[in-house]
C-alpha cells in the first residue's frame, strides 16, 4: 500500500541534538510524497529518516496542515508497546509499524506507532 507522508532524505544513526532536529523536520516537510508502506517503516524505523505525517503548507504548526493519511503517535513512559498492541486489537485498530524511538532502553520502553488512513484527508484547514 502507498501513503502520502514527508520524510527527509537523510537518515540519521541516533538522536540528534535541536538544532539537528529543526534541520530534520524542514527537511522532511519538503519530502512529501507518495511512498511504499513498507519503504516508509524502513526509511523511518531502522534507518533513522525524520517524517511529519502531514503536508505542511508555510511552516510546521497544525494551521498549516493541508492534508494527512499517516498518524503518528509517541508513548515515553507508562505502558509497553505489547499493552497498546492488544488494546489496538481488541478495538480493531490495525497498527501500520511501530519502531522504538532513539530514546528508548531496557529500563524505559519509548517507541512510536504509526496508523494509516485508507484515503488521503484533504482540506483540513
Not at 17 to 39: L, T
Amino acid at each position: 500500500m502507498k501513503v502520502f507522508l514527508s520524510i527527509d532524505n537523510i537518515g540519521l544513526a541516533e538522536k540528534p541534538q535541536e538544532n539537528q532536529i529543526v534541520k530534520a523536520k524542514k527537511r522532511a516537510v519538503g519530502g512529501w510524497q507518495e511512498i511504499e508502506i513498507k519503504e516508509a517503516a524502513d526509511l523511518i524505523g531502522n534507518k533513522g529518516h525524520a517524517a511529519v505525517p502531514g503536508h505542511m503548507a508555510g511552516g510546521l504548526k497544525a494551521e498549516n496542515c493541508r492534508a494527512m493519511q499517516v498518524f503518528m503517535l509517541d508513548f515515553d513512559d507508562g505502558i509497553s508497546f505489547m499493552d497498546i498492541r492488544s488494546r489496538c486489537e481488541e478495538t480493531g485498530i490495525p497498527i501500520s509499524f511501530a519502531y522504538h524511538t532513539y530514546s528508548s532502553d531496557e529500563n524505559r520502553e519509548r517507541f512510536r506507532v504509526v496508523f494509516v488512513h485508507e484515503f488521503l484527508i484533504e482540506h483540513m484547514m
